[in-house]
């Protein structure tokens, strides 16, 4: 079935430091969703890209959408305490918009 | 509005109980979701509904039941509680066509 890689799986970085986790596919994505999960809490949907070489920004956070649809790429600028947590992407299953598959997320220590 | 709640937020059961996780939501999504979480699994669909009276399977349904008698409402039931079902679970809905999903708090549950 579909399947959608990211890594890392953890990144320990330095408070002010960059910080940026990759989301793979083999195959073409129709779209793609960023979630953060901070620790003990609830996934809270971040973005949606949907067209090839799609970028978009929030404030420190810049989100990528590859030219084949086939990557993504979440960039945080200048980290801080708050972006602690886990950061997943997810794409709805192929030929359908009713499940989406997960990444495992790669999990975010910010030292201050 | 309330999103999307769900209760118990926290249940211990032995081994062989059963019991019912609730979930409701107040936008009025058509989309209903229920995933487990583990340490290093993500996010893993259990049941899905994309309408009332309508349930399909996700990727681990083994040992749980779901039904959706209306809109809002999509509870969960653990049939005969095991520990293998010790996790994290979490309710999410969303609008049809591809749209994120809203998750709710989560339910802590051990079994024992």
Not at chain 1, 37 to 58: A, D, N, T, W
Not at chain 2, 74 to 86: E, I, K
């Amino acid at each position: 079935g579909q399947q959608v890689m990211q890594i890392p799986q953890y990144q320990h970085v330095q408070e002010g430091e960059d910080f940026t986790t990759y989301c793979n596919s083999s195959t073409t994505l129709s779209n793609i969703q960023w979630y953060k999960q901070r620790p003990g809490g609830h996934p809270v949907f971040l973005i949606q890209l949907v067209k090839s070489g799609e970028v978009k920004k929030q404030k420190r956070l810049t989100f990528q959408f590859g030219e084949a649809k086939k990557n993504s790429s979440l960039h945080i600028t200048a980290t801080q305490t708050t972006d602690v947590g886990t950061y997943f992407c997810a794409v709805y299953n192929a030929g359908n918009n009713r499940k989406l598959i997960w990444g495992l997320g790669t999990s975010l220590a910010v030292n201050p | 509005n309330a999103g999307v709640t769900q209760t118990p937020k926290f249940q211990v059961l032995k081994t062989g109980q059963s019991m019912t996780l609730q979930c409701a939501q107040d936008m009025n999504h058509e989309y209903m979701s229920w995933y487990r979480q583990d340490p290093g699994m993500g996010l893993r669909l259990i049941h899905y509904s994309v309408g009332a009276g309508i349930t399909d399977q996700g990727e681990v349904p083994n040992g749980y039941n779901v039904s959706r008698s209306t809109t809002e409402d999509f509870p969960l039931r653990l049939l005969s509680a095991a520990p293998s079902q010790t996790s994290v679970y979490f309710c999410a809905s969303s609008p049809p066509g591809g749209g994120p999903q809203y998750f709710g708090p989560g339910t802590r549950l051990t079994v024992t």
